[in-house]
């Protein structure tokens, strides 16, 4: 028997281990079968390319096997110091959704209501012809791009190059806005520089993790396996802080559980608590550390145009002691539910001098309407204890999406963002006009429109063409029950890049088929400030092209040629060449390309040949040069701020007619809004649909089975979904939870747009429903 | 032709020993878990009855906890 995946009933031996593996995820959270992954995949005549996984922010290394020119394994890179050669479910199965029978491979355009299959050229002629004649009839302001945080570097960089340079609008956002934002404000106004200052390492030196909304045994498997592993081999210490019971509860040494919104509260009794006991780190305070309070009672975001700037202003630590008295840990116990005994057992945590402490977070800290804020007053804890960038020391907020650092953040494919810092700068305008050779007038000084306020002017019509490429709004917006409808209006002209066909691609006027991941070479950056590269691995099918040539096809069309002087074969190089221009320098510098294909990846600052593990740091960081230990170079005075930031409620709570919190999230088999990994038979199989987390006494209450349809319903629409009890996560009484990945499932549908007015951030974790058997 | 999969559970202590017995086997792959106490066991035989046979004799091996079945293929052999 032919020993290779090509023959049938191996690869159905194959399809068998991969079931049993993704059931043992299910059961084991971080569960790895390492050994499996070299000796069950027959070498034959594979080659291994290597690349990072497509999947989630962490980065992991993967090798791909090639055969005969098609994709048919993959497995971790055992030199990528990210996984150490691991992978998860959906990092093992990624390439199994290339060949899925409605991949998009040729171009579609919709005429008299029919999609008619279009010679690519064709289609985008008509695209460049509809975004050009929409300029001239309605101005530049009148046409949008949405991209994503899976977008690779030269993607991010050319539709930013392409809106701001070429065309002349701030009208660039993305998915990243739905996702990172509100780390990126909390970095900025903390530290005045984006991205965490340590790295993975961390995770070898800390005594204590503890997460804050975070259920990294589904979104982060691989980082959670590394830290189970020093649970298990050096007794680390794993302490879950959320609102509901997950498989990393479960796999933790310690879950608390709290109030949806009140971890602002929680937090601010960490500090009093610091303070009160003397478990402040003076020295470090004093000369590293600033004081400041912001504006309150900010808003939600909920109005169209809505508009907001915080200000500033300097306190002192006397102050700031006095602001806290509020939040005393019997004060904030009663609206939190976390009990006094569990706030200082937290405070004294992060308190103890002798303790190496890492806080992780994600969409529980960032989707929230005070994910600045929450995003502040962390960092406020490992300030006030100087536990911050150091090996195990430190704040770490992890991404989602696998190039929402290196693209979305980096390349900057945000309204207000250039590559090399934002529009409203006068010398980043400058920079940005010399690399592009543009007129520096032609970039906009003022930012337009976030993401949701993108589509609400769509609604408006405002906005009259739209070109979304990487990403799916229509199943990830929230509040998608406006959205939709928004984009089904004949005022707007909308184009979608995709792979697959998704409900965004259903109300596309043009349908562009984009290479996959391995179809085409390209960098992106992860978590740890990693950036990655990899080569084309493999042919994509029909006529599809990497989304970085049809962005430049289209610019070229429109008369931009000159601005995208970048060859087909190696346009990903060049312009990854062009874009490190930017970043140049000992607090930015970018790997050189030479060095990306050699290594699995390297961590800027890459200054002298070296990765920069821990900024701020003088002992590890070349850019600290102001004589002391630690120096938060992105704050003019080489100081971070502690932000005084109150505790304030949610705009929308549970009532007696909606009296249920709706939370939503992911789960480990899926990918975001699941285009991908639904189309992996053994992923959709393991996971077919979307449910509805209840807890058994609320369950019982109102009548409901396991399995039973029920529908949740809240002022802005409404999802008949399946009854989940006591299986894969436990809400707390009085809240609901619902994953996103389902598209026949809207979720999405009664989610509330409310977002954090500094971030503009959704918050995707609180609003208020009533829950009915049907 | 089944070709199936399953999560097998060890006694305690008794994973090493569960992934001899099993390795044994002829019709089964085994996939030990790196960390924690779990073995994936995919078995190809040639027909249900075999199949049947192999699950008792897995079933009553002194090291096994408990055997969950997880997917079944059926397929033929030559295919």
Excluded at chain 1, 7 to 34: D, V, Y
Excluded at chain 1, 255 to 271: K, R
Excluded at chain 1, 502 to 530: C, F, Q
Aim: with cysteine; glycine share 6%.
């Amino acid at each position: 028997m032919n020993n290779t995946l090509t023959n049938r009933r191996s690869f159905i031996k194959k399809m068998a281990a991969l079931s049993a593996m993704t059931a043992a995820a299910s059961l084991f959270p971080g569960i790895l079968f390492a050994e499996e992954q070299i000796k069950g995949i027959p070498d034959g005549d594979l080659e291994w390319k290597k690349g990072p996984c497509r999947f989630c922010g962490v980065g992991c290394g993967i090798l791909v096997g090639v055969e005969n020119g098609k994709a048919v394994a993959v497995k971790g890179d055992p030199n990528s110091s990210v996984n150490k050669g691991l992978l998860c479910v959906k990092g093992y199965h990624q390439i199994m959704c290339i060949q899925a029978s409605d991949r998009l491979k040729y171009a579609l355009v919709k005429k008299n209501g029919k999609y008619v299959e279009t010679p690519l050229d064709e289609a985008l002629d008509l695209v460049a012809e509809k975004m050009k004649d929409t300029i001239e009839k309605h101005g530049k302001d009148s046409v949008a791009m949405y991209t994503s945080g899976q977008s690779t570097i030269p993607e991010g960089y050319v539709a930013s190059k392409f809106m701001k340079g070429a065309i002349g609008t701030n009208n660039l956002d993305c998915n990243a806005r739905l996702c990172m934002a509100s780390a990126v404000t909390g970095f900025l106004t903390t530290f005045g520089a984006d991205e965490p200052m340590g790295c993975y390492e961390d995770i070898d030196h800390a005594d204590y993790f503890i997460t804050w909304g975070n259920n990294m045994a589904e979104m982060h498997p691989v980082l959670f396996s590394r830290m189970l592993e020093q649970k298990n081999r050096r007794g680390a210490k794993i302490i879950d802080f959320a609102t509901r019971t997950t498989r990393s509860s479960m796999a933790s040494n310690k879950s608390i559980l709290f109030e949806p919104q009140t971890d602002l509260a929680v937090a601010n009794a960490i500090c009093y608590e610091i303070i009160k006991n003397g478990w402040v780190n003076k020295k470090f305070v004093e000369e590293h550390v600033n004081f400041n309070k912001g504006l309150t009672n900010i808003g939600y975001g909920l109005e169209d145009k809505f508009s907001f700037k915080d200000k500033a202003t300097k306190i002192n630590f006397e102050e700031y002691k006095a602001f806290l008295a509020d939040y005393t840990p019997e004060k904030v116990a009663k609206y939190s539910r976390v009990s006094v005994k569990d706030i200082k057992y937290l405070a004294a945590i992060y308190g103890d001098p002798n303790k190496k402490v890492v806080s992780y977070w994600c969409m529980g800290m960032n989707q929230h309407t005070r994910g600045t804020w929450i995003n502040n007053l962390v960092y406020n804890i490992h300030l006030l204890t100087g536990k911050i960038s150091q090996p195990g020391n430190g704040p770490f907020s992890l991404t989602g999406q696998p190039s929402a650092c290196g693209t979305a953040r980096e390349v900057g494919t945000f309204t207000h963002k250039l590559p090399k810092g934002v529009v409203t700068n006068k010398k980043h305008r400058e920079l940005a006009a010399k690399i592009w050779k543009v007129p520096v007038d032609r970039i906009p000084s003022k930012p337009t429109y976030h993401a949701t306020e993108m589509f609400r002017a769509v609604d408006r019509g405002d906005i009259k063409f739209i070109w979304t490429q990487v990403t799916n709004p229509l199943v990830s917006l929230p509040k998608t029950s406006r959205y939709r409808p928004a984009m089904e209006k004949e005022s707007c002209f909308v184009v979608v890049s995709d792979v697959f066909p998704t409900p965004t691609s259903d109300v596309a006027d043009v349908i562009l088929p984009a290479s996959w991941h391995i179809e085409k070479s390209g960098m992106y950056g992860n978590s740890e400030r990693r950036t990655q590269q990899w080569d084309k691995m493999i042919e994509g099918p029909g006529e599809t092209k990497p989304d970085a040539w049809m962005t430049i096809e289209v610019a070229k069309r429109m008369g931009y040629g000159d601005l995208f002087p970048y060859s087909e074969e190696n346009h990903a190089e060049e312009i990854y060449n062009e874009y490190i221009q930017f970043h140049k320098g000992a607090k930015h510098g970018m790997a050189p390309l030479e060095v990306l294909k050699e290594q699995s990846g390297a961590i800027w600052p890459y200054v002298n040949g070296k990765s920069t593990q821990w900024r701020f740091n003088a002992e590890y960081d070349p850019a600290c040069t102001n004589g002391k230990d630690f120096h938060f170079y992105g704050k003019k005075d080489g100081k971070a701020v502690i932000w005084q930031r109150p505790y304030e409620p949610a705009p929308e709570v549970p009532s007696a007619e909606y009296p249920f919190w709706l939370n939503t999230g992911r789960v480990i088999e899926h990918w975001h809004t699941g285009s991908m990994t639904r189309r992996i038979p053994v992923l959709h199989k393991a996971m077919p649909n979307a449910y509805l987390e209840l807890h058994p006494e609320d369950a019982k209450t109102l009548g409901i089975s396991n399995g039973e349809n029920v529908k949740v319903t809240s002022k802005r629409g409404s999802c008949i979904m399946p009854a989940s009890i006591n299986e894969r996560g436990l809400p707390t009484k009085g809240q609901v939870f619902a994953p996103f990945f389902d598209e026949n499932l809207m979720i999405n549908d009664v989610t509330i747009d409310a977002f954090c007015p500094i971030s503009k951030e959704p918050d995707y974790k609180k609003c208020a429903v009533k829950v009915e058997k049907v | 032709m089944p070709i199936k999969s399953y999560l097998a559970h060890p006694q305690e202590d008794k994973k090493q020993a569960l992934f001899e017995a099993l390795s044994k086997i002829e019709q089964c792959e085994v996939i030990p878990a790196k960390n924690e106490d779990l073995l994936i066991v995919v078995t190809d035989t040639n027909s249900q009855e075999e199949e049947d046979k192999l699950k008792k004799l897995m079933e009553n091996i002194d090291s096994l906890k408990l055997l969950s079945m997880v997917s079944g293929f059926n397929t033929p052999k030559n295919d």
